[in-house]
């Protein structure tokens, strides 16, 4: 009887090696961009306090409401994989006193997150995020910075047609106050709602500024804006925030009705949208989060921050991307060669070579087949008469040139090419 294999979660996904090679390259491009910006990279558990979530991104939210893979563990403690990264990055900064090292502390991941969301093109249970957090500023030129490194990413990875809108929510009391006349301006219309507006109209309405129901986006056209609630503290914030982003050049769109779905945010909040992936088109969101250090116990520190979707910006790249070749494919035939491989291998290795070679015992023929499939650019051929006579037989795969040199000078050989 055949065994039935296993197949993984639905919502989850492999990222197999002939596509990792993108991965890897959006990962460096983080790595160097973050470290041009000074943020130093920070990495917290997969698992935290199912308390911690809903505390900061909040109960009514999607996230938190229906969304966490959550569990009591056997020492009767609630526990969720997390389901973003802001809270435990917030965690951390609290539990650690970063704060004390520096009144600015800039802090960037990537990591791997769990929503249990319908998945579809560009939505999956498991996903991949990297942002920045920036802690200590309240101050517009802080926004900007998070905006500009998120930019800077974006366009050195080589995404095009991205666009990126802005708003500002103000602070809790203009929030309070809106709410209150979203809630007069859509009580007329509530009947033709969705059921999901029905309830976010009891619990959070600024939600059903989110919609994607046609219908409904033609209704919130009319809407009131937020910026006519912002008190002049937050409008002279968000002036600020929009003449330093021109000042750098990044462009960008308002757009009042802008809202995004975690309770934490306050003031500048943005995301970046991509016309090349569908309906999922944002790729990153984020936002300042004055109150949340203070809400989950830290001494009161204002922040802001992204966070951006891997998967989404890998499909928004048109990619050519070339998968990394070996320098050298060392093929050994006859059974004296096998040490005589190995060593030549870790020697081309210890010099920054990369190398591959037959593990399978196959026919020099088979070999040579594979040292082209994998396009490596040499290949090095030992056999018997080559260990006798002390040279390796080279060959240039790419000319098809062939030559010999001695033993000793292999290294010297390679590292002059
Ligand atoms: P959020 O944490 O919801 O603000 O999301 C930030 C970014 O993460 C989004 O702009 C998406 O690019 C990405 N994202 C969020 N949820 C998912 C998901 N279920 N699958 C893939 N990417 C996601």
Redesign the pocket.
């Known amino acids: 009887m055949k065994i039935k294999s296993i197949q993984s979660v639905k919502g989850t996904q492999d990222i197999l090696p002939t596509e990792v090679h993108v991965w890897q390259k959006l990962e460096r491009t983080i790595f160097q961009v973050m470290s041009k910006y000074s943020f130093k990279e920070i990495r917290t558990p997969a698992f935290e306090k199912t308390e911690l979530f809903s505390r900061s991104v909040g109960e009514q939210t999607d996230?938190v409401s229906k969304e966490m893979y959550s569990w009591i563990d056997q020492g009767g403690e609630n526990l969720t994989l997390k389901p973003?990264v802001t809270a435990p990055v917030v965690r951390a900064y609290i539990q650690h006193n970063l704060g004390s090292i520096s009144p600015s502390v800039k802090l960037y991941y990537i990591d791997a997150l769990f929503?249990r969301?319908r998945p579809q093109k560009?939505?999956?249970?498991q996903?991949h995020?990297f942002g920045a957090e920036s802690f200590g500023s309240e101050n517009p030129e802080a926004d900007v910075e998070i905006i500009a490194v998120a930019s800077s990413i974006f366009k050195s990875i080589g995404i095009e047609n991205i666009k990126l809108k802005i708003n500002s929510i103000g602070s809790k009391i203009c929030r309070d106050n809106y709410r209150d006349e979203l809630r007069k301006f859509l009580k007329p219309h509530l009947r033709k709602l969705s059921d999901t507006s029905k309830i976010r109209f009891e619990k959070n309405p600024l939600r059903i500024l989110d919609t994607k129901s046609p219908d409904e986006k033609a209704l919130i056209i009319d809407a009131p804006n937020i910026s006519d609630f912002l008190t002049s503290e937050d409008k002279s914030h968000f002036i600020e925030v929009k003449s330093f982003l021109k000042d750098i050049g990044i462009k960008f769109n308002i757009d009042h009705h802008l809202v995004?779905?975690?309770d934490y945010y306050n003031r500048t909040i943005f995301?970046f949208t991509s016309e090349n992936i569908g309906s999922?088109d944002?790729?990153?969101?984020g936002g300042r989060y004055d109150n949340l250090v203070k809400d989950l116990g830290g001494k009161d520190t204002p922040g802001v921050g992204f966070?951006?979707?891997i998967?989404?910006?890998l499909l928004a790249l048109s990619s050519d991307e070339k998968i990394q070749n070996p320098d050298i494919y060392i093929v050994g035939f006859g059974n004296k060669a096998i040490k005589h491989v190995l060593i030549c291998a870790e020697a081309l290795r210890n010099n920054g070579f990369s190398v591959n070679t037959d593990l399978l015992r196959r026919s020099l023929k088979s070999q040579m087949k594979e040292a082209n499939k994998t396009r490596a650019r040499t290949a090095i051929l030992i056999g018997d008469k080559e260990i006798e006579q002390k040279k390796f037989q080279i060959k240039n795969l790419e000319d098809g040139k062939q030559y010999d040199i001695p033993f000793d000078s292999l290294i010297q050989h390679f590292k002059s090419l």
Request: net charge positive; proline share 0%; aromatic share 8%.
């Open positions: 996230i973003e929503r969301e560009g939505r999956y249970r996903f995020q995004r779905g975690l995301e999922q944002a790729i990153c969101g966070a951006a979707g998967e989404r910006i």
